[in-house]
């Protein structure tokens, strides 16, 4: 059984993998900035804590 699958599928294939991981990386940004204040605050209140939480 030989299928052949068109080129195009391929390329749609690549461009909804890339979308995917481009929002997960945003979304995953998007949290950790929302949630950098509470950790700040939760773990320590100095400029050392603040380095370590970044």
Known sequence: ????VPDS???W???SATSMGMFMA?????TLLVALPT???ALY???FGRRFCI
């Open 13 to 15: 294939w690549a461009l």
């Open 26 to 30: 945003v979304l995953n940004d998007t």
């Open 1 to 4: 059984m030989n299928r052949h």
């Open 45 to 47: 209140h100095g400029q």
């Open 9 to 11: 599928a391929y390329k």
């Open 39 to 41: 950790l700040i605050r």
